[in-house]
């Protein structure tokens, strides 16, 4: 037996209690979507670094290495990825761990039993984890989480001239639509930031705070570092970020509930506060292509055009969606974090 569509439910859901929140529509939507296809890759609907080129992953695994060596090589270390996609980061991330001397026990927490093949067929021996609460506590944690945060479901507020609202999604026509919900929410919004004009919306993700909370509080009880690399901004903003797609075009983000993925932009500021409220260390927060640049993606380039002369153009084009201002370059941030006596890893500049 079929399952009902997504949008179906939503409006059955809608006639019996009314609107419901962005956070519950876009929770639900990426539930379905995950669980139901294949959204990486080129014949998919979006690409991420670690299939763009196997130089990201690489870098990655460097650079948890180096932070390893560094803090004296402990033992027990344990890696950990937050939503591994295919596996393919934790696969080159591992090769090149393993060239350093670096062999870690290998944790995927990833919910989907489709995804969950893929992984292991990228890594052999991997232990899942539907979240982090099993992962072991017997050594510090080498954490990397690429492309995680920004699907986790966001709530939006909005100034109204009756105060401030949640923004809710009711039935609209034939489809969906946003509306302000009747509950006031004036207290949920951070006193200097209320006297905003009306139309003014503020987004915030409950989830990635949650998220980071955790991985920072098992860093400062157990050592370890942490990556998190995803595209958002740095400084508190207003405004909806929200966006949906599907075949690497993007849509109307009410339009296909469960058929496109929905995301935000990340809220690196808040990250960061979050983080330090824990007692870790934050390295900094930077671009993506600073970051990989600093790492050394040209020269690693370079290497592999050498041993392939003929891949030149693939390896280069890829180098360049990966660093490139207008590409993937700027838009995309990384944040590490570091527990209190490990040490600072490469790449980071200490500015926010």
């Known amino acids: 037996m079929s399952e009902a569509p997504l ?43 670690p299939e763009i080129s196997q130089m990201f992953g690489e870098l990655v695994g460097l650079w948890l290495a180096d932070l390893w060596i560094r803090a004296d090589r402990p033992d027990q270390v344990h890696y950990v990825e937050l939503g591994p996609g295919r596996g393919y980061l934790a696969r080159d991330a591992q090769r090149v761990m393993k060239l350093h001397g670096l062999e870690p026990r290998m944790h995927l927490v990833e919910g989907s039993t489709r995804l969950r ?26 954490v990397a989480a690429n492309e995680f945060l920004d699907a986790l479901p966001v709530r939006q507020l909005v100034k109204t001239d009756e105060g401030w609202r949640e923004i809710m999604v009711d039935v609209a026509d034939d489809g969906f639509a946003f509306v302000a919900g009747r509950q006031p ?10 006297e905003a004009e ?31 690399i995803d595209y958002g901004h740095v400084q508190p ?38 983080a330090l409220s824990r007692g870790v260390e934050w390295m900094g927060t930077v671009t ?7 790492l050394g993606i040209n020269q690693r380039a370079e290497a592999l055009v050498k041993s392939s002369p003929h891949q030149r153009d693939v390896v280069m084009s890829a180098r360049d969606r990966l660093i490139a201002p207008e590409q993937m370059g700027n838009l995309f941030k990384v944040m590490g974090l570091a527990a209190q006596g490990w040490p600072m890893g490469a790449g980071f500049a200490l500015e926010d």
Request: proline share 6%; net charge negative.
């Open 185 to 194: 929410m004036d207290s949920a919004i951070p006193e200097a930031r209320r």
């Open 288 to 294: 993506q292509g600073a970051w990989l640049t600093a």
């Open 117 to 142: 093949d893929m992984q292991l067929a990228q890594v052999p021996g991997a232990t899942f984890h539907h979240d982090l609460s099993s992962i072991p506590t017997d050594g510090p944690l080498l």
């Open 237 to 274: 903003r207003f405004g909806s970020t929200l966006q949906a797609v599907r075949a690497h075009q993007k849509l109307d983000p009410l339009a296909a509930p469960g058929e496109a993925d929905l995301t935000a932009h990340v809220d690196f500021h808040q990250m960061k506060q979050i």
């Open 198 to 228: 009306p139309g003014t919306v503020i987004e915030t993700c409950p989830g990635a705070a949650a998220q980071m909370f955790e991985v920072a509080g098992r860093l400062a009880n157990q050592g370890g570092a942490a990556l998190f």
């Open 7 to 49: 949008s179906e439910i939503f409006k059955r859901l809608i006639a019996t209690t009314g609107p419901i929140s962005l956070m519950h529509f876009m929770g639900e939507s990426n539930a379905r979507y995950y669980s139901h296809r294949d959204a990486l890759g080129a014949e998919g609907d979006f690409i991420t670094a």
